[in-house]
Every structure is written in structure tokens, then in C-alpha cells.
């Protein structure tokens, strides 16, 4: 199982950016998917989820109303499209794989740094 | 949506053990037995460790266990190796689709 996110970068605060994550070495539509984030020198923050089939989707406090997670099962991708982003949205995101309640696999992740 | 608690720092010797906690409430860690447990090295990815409360994935070494009592889960590492030296996150499954994660715990092998 391979995930590699891409996407991030220096965004303005009230930016919006793209972040992606391709899978590889799964069946991807068969698995629900995960965005997890990570401030610089902090713990980790669970961002968003998603079914397997972009059904249902869910969200933290944080980010509801802002951020929308979405995926594309025919490109084995998954994505998350980040509106009115704030500096305390900055830290590296990262995308897993959801198996039966755990985060089994992660990608290396993608640094996204809000600042003017 | 609240952090779950967990030890800044934590140390042992070489060889020795360290216990880290992880400190939840009765709708997190004390509702469900989906306790994760992540090692991470600097500017890495999370690696997963424990899962289920106490189920190790393929290639994880036994040094590695976990429990859980009440609102507290706990990953013990025996038989600290200097590869052991990284920072360890709790994650819990809290209904809903939804996750909490742990503050993390810096663990320092002596």
C-alpha cells in the first residue's frame, strides 16, 4: 500500500488550496479514507473521513464548513479541498487508509503553511 | 472535541521498560476498543503499532503491548533498544466517524 499526498505550499490567510492523495497497491474503492493533520511540534489532529464510496462524509469542529473531502475511486484518489484557511490551519497534512477503525496507512504527508 | 491526554516526556534505560498513558473519557477510550498506538520519528509519517487496544500489526516487535482499563489506555515498550527513542500518539475511535488523537508522549531511551 502506497499514499502520497501533494497539493501543499505558502497559501494567504482566507486562501483556499487542493491537497491530493494517490493510492497505490489497494483495491481503494473498498476502503473508507481518513485526512489526519499535524501543527509543527504538536500532536496530531483527525481533520476528516470519508466512506469508501463518497457517500458520507464527516469533519471536525475545526475545519466543518471550511474543508471538503472528496475522492475520485476511478483515479484511486482522494482529495481535500481547503477554503478560508487560517494560520492555525498550518502543519502538515496527511492522508490514511481506514481499516475497521484504525489508520493503518499513512502517507508521507504534505506541509501546508498559512501566512501573508 | 477534546485532545486525549498523554505524558509529555517519558524515559527508561536501555533494556529496560517505559509506560506511556493515554487518558480518554467514557465516549472515547472507555466506550470503544479501537485504541491505536503510532511511533513517530522526526519529520516522518506515523507508523502504526498497536491496534485494537492490544493487537500487534505484522512485523511489529512483541516488545510492544497494550492495554486499556477504563478511560485509560497504556503501550508498554520492554526491553528498550535506541531505535525505541521517538515520539508515540494514542488514537481513539469516538463514534460517528470520528477520531481523537492523543497530545503524544516524547519517549527518551537513557
Known amino acids: 500500500v502506497q499514499l502520497v499526498e501533494s497539493g501543499g505550499g505558502l497559501v494567504q490567510p482566507g486562501g483556499s488550496l487542493r491537497l491530493s492523495c494517490a493510492a497505490s497497491g489497494l483495491t481503494f474503492s473498498d476502503y473508507p479514507m481518513t485526512w489526519i493533520r499535524q501543527a509543527p511540534g504538536k500532536g496530531l489532529e483527525w481533520v476528516s473521513h470519508?466512506?469508501?464510496?463518497?457517500?458520507?462524509?464527516d469533519y471536525s469542529d475545526s475545519v466543518k464548513g471550511r474543508f471538503t473531502i472528496s475522492r475520485d475511486n476511478a483515479k484511486n484518489s482522494l482529495y481535500l479541498q481547503m477554503n478560508s484557511l487560517r494560520a492555525d490551519d498550518t502543519a502538515v497534512y496527511y492522508c490514511?487508509?481506514?481499516?475497521?477503525?484504525?489508520?493503518?496507512?499513512w502517507g508521507q504527508g504534505t506541509l501546508v503553511t498559512v501566512s501573508s | 472535541q477534546s485532545a486525549l491526554t498523554q505524558p509529555p516526556s517519558a524515559s527508561g534505560s536501555l533494556g529496560q521498560s517505559v509506560t506511556i498513558s493515554c487518558t480518554g473519557t467514557?465516549?472515547?477510550?472507555?466506550?470503544?476498543?479501537?485504541v491505536s498506538w503510532y511511533q513517530q520519528y522526526p519529520g516522518k509519517a506515523p507508523k502504526l503499532m498497536i491496534y485494537e487496544v492490544s493487537k500487534r500489526p505484522s512485523g511489529v516487535p512483541d516488545r510492544f503491548s497494550g492495554s486499556k482499563s477504563g478511560n485509560t489506555a497504556s503501550l508498554t515498550v520492554s526491553g528498550l533498544q535506541a531505535e525505541d527513542e521517538a515520539d508515540y500518539h494514542c488514537s481513539s475511535y469516538a463514534g460517528g466517524n470520528t477520531y481523537f488523537f492523543g497530545t503524544g508522549t516524547k519517549v527518551t531511551v537513557l
Open positions: 470519508i466512506s469508501n464510496t463518497g457517500g458520507h462524509t
Open positions: 467514557r465516549s472515547d477510550v472507555g466506550n470503544y476498543n479501537y
Open positions: 490514511a487508509r481506514d481499516y475497521d477503525f484504525v489508520c493503518d496507512y
